[in-house]
């Protein structure tokens, strides 16, 4: 099949964890796959060639920023997202409906969808499945996400159970609207939002509305939202078998290096997280051997690069002396050396997750990345 | 020769305008040469890699600001400044005395030197010709310059020659000690300052003295400081004349292209200044139609490049309307971008103005520059 608009096939499976490629007219997504975030149109401090560089295939959105600058019709009149920023891969937009609750200042909340204003100018927006499924199309948005409501954290049973009930009639409206998008809907692929907090019942309830009406692949939602790393995987050991088997499964907003072993084990394929880039950023480096703050005065002569193991340009390049310095100094070189680092582990994580599924030997693998990691972090 | 120490041939002249080349152990730099400023041990927001992609053959480093942070004895013991920071072409290093009296706080003057009080944690240092010397060996920059006092923009006749003659006496002290310096005066090049202000007189006997003293360049300090470009290009009329015509001349801390261009036709082979990378930072483009800032709201669907004439990275990837969205946006990468593309045009500058002196041409040159560059500023 040449430039399919979705086609996933998976290649090997390893208990409930697979590995395969999702084609689409862009690109292949070799999974399980990091999505490193682009938020306002760049990953913050990498050249898209450099974020390709690490071995990404795909990147992310944000429908809320994009939406308040420049705005969506602003992008699609530059020629879309990937013209705009200068990358030509798939990306993946959300949806807008969790940012737009924890970012934005005076929103309501209604059937009808979320009014807020604007934490940059104060300006009133409405933002509906059907709103979202037009902006994540203007931006030309390969992974459309449905709209819907990050259930809170600590939710009764009861909220919980009306936020789903709601996120499950937004995912129709979603699915509508983006059918109704002409050349974009037969060109794109668009994911529904299973919610259902941490109870099985209801994960169970939304997974069964998701799949009667058909989407492309599936996102775990409501995680990685405080519940601790114990619950998510409690819930990962169910959640993502609700979903179909033969579609990709994303766990969104995930995670630490641990938490995406842990999910892949569990069956997830997909993962995004402004951890690698933001924590780079803060001066935290992803190891074999566990995080590492590169603040800490310990480095400021040391000589071995971030990681001995690590090939990118970052540790290639330069010393653990430089980039504390560097970070230390509020330089800018800094936090582009470290997201580059860290990206770059990230894939490199996933690539030896990809492997040792395709190999069989991903519990071994898994247990000694823990063995390693948690037990010696620096 | 191979591997020289300091060989400075000069290729062509015009007018009072040469264009050469100094061959230094780590490599030529082709003059009129710009070096971009690499203050805290990195050019700000670019890897050594893209400074060189720029056509840089050297770069300046601070010892005001490196002795403090990360410290001269520290960066020794990793082995130098160059691979430090990972850059194997020429450096040249400032005397730190310009810094001292504008950013340290508590400064106090004498015969001695400069003692101060660091701007970032307030400890107490002491700056003379000789710790001059001993940290820029420590660095092992190639270029060192001489210790001296930067005569304050309206100065009288007095102050000038007082603050000119004690710079002369710190210049001895610099040969000596720069002399005694065991390797590494075997291996890098020592550069004298003339000081006097905007006086004929005074930058004579500076000349003289520097003369008597022996220096592979010398500077041309003590300008733009505040006096404004026609005082400054009044003082260009004569005092490069009065510095050997066989030997370099630095015009310190120069300046706007259009600055630059008018120092080269009175006789000026190198420059350093911030503007490319700090107004880059701040959103200011140089092109040749003029200075734009990207902020302007007139850029934001401007499809166009930053400037159609440029061949650089930033100009072939994106458009003005994704420079304004990122500077805007205060995101990391519309500062590497900009700073990209400005330190480029630097370097484009310089190389049509050695063209230009090698075809005998740049009179025609630098008035067809200024015509449009001026005239026609966005």
């Known amino acids: 099949m040449t430039n399919p608009r979705f086609a996933f096939s998976i290649q090997a499976t390893d208990g409930a964890a697979r590995t395969g490629v999702i084609a689409m007219r862009r690109g292949e997504i070799r999974t399980p796959a990091f999505m490193p975030v682009g938020t306002a149109a760049t990953v913050k401090a990498l050249r898209p060639a450099e974020v390709r560089a690490t071995g990404a295939d795909i990147i992310l959105g944000n429908t809320y920023h994009l939406m308040l600058r420049p705005g969506a019709e602003r992008v699609a009149r530059l020629g879309g997202l990937h013209r705009f920023m200068g990358w030509d891969r798939p990306i993946l937009t959300d949806s807008g409906g969790y940012q737009v609750m924890s970012l934005s200042a005076l929103t309501k909340m209604s059937e009808e969808g979320v009014a807020f204003s604007s934490h940059l100018d104060g300006s009133k927006h409405l933002l509906t499945p059907e709103r979202s499924m037009e902006i994540q199309r203007l931006l030309g948005s390969d992974i459309v996400m449905a709209f819907d409501e990050c259930t809170k954290n600590g939710a009764s049973q009861d909220e919980a159970a009306l936020s789903m009930e709601r996120s499950m009639r937004w995912a129709a409206r979603s699915r509508a609207a983006f059918d109704s998008g002409g050349a974009h ?47 998510m995987f409690a819930t990962l050991d169910f959640a993502p078998g609700q979903l179909p088997a033969d579609r990709p499964r994303y766990l969104m907003g995930v995670g630490k290096p641990d938490d995406i072993v842990g999910a892949v084990e569990r069956g997830i394929d997909m993962f995004d997280c402004v951890l690698p880039t933001r924590s780079g950023r803060n001066g935290q480096a992803f190891t074999w051997d566990g995080p590492l703050n590169i603040r800490n005065a310990r480095f400021a002569e040391d000589e071995s690069p971030l990681d001995p193991e690590c090939g990118c340009p970052a540790c ?30 990230y894939q490199s994580l996933m690539q030896r997750l990809r492997d040792a599924i395709a190999a069989g030997t991903l519990t071994a693998f898994a247990n000694g990345f823990r063995a390693r990691y948690l037990g010696r972090g620096q």
């Open 185 to 231: 809907a037969e060109s794109a692929a668009l994911f529904g939002i299973q919610q259902g907090s941490l109870d099985r019942d209801l994960r169970a309830v939304s997974a069964q509305k998701l799949i009667d009406i058909g989407f492309d692949g599936y996102a775990v939602g409501g995680l990685a939202v405080g519940e601790g790393q114990e619950a």
């Open 316 to 345: 290639t390049g330069w010393s653990r002396a430089y980039l504390h310095h560097l970070v230390r100094s509020k330089e800018i070189l800094g936090a582009m050396l470290m997201t580059q680092h860290n990206i770059h582990f």
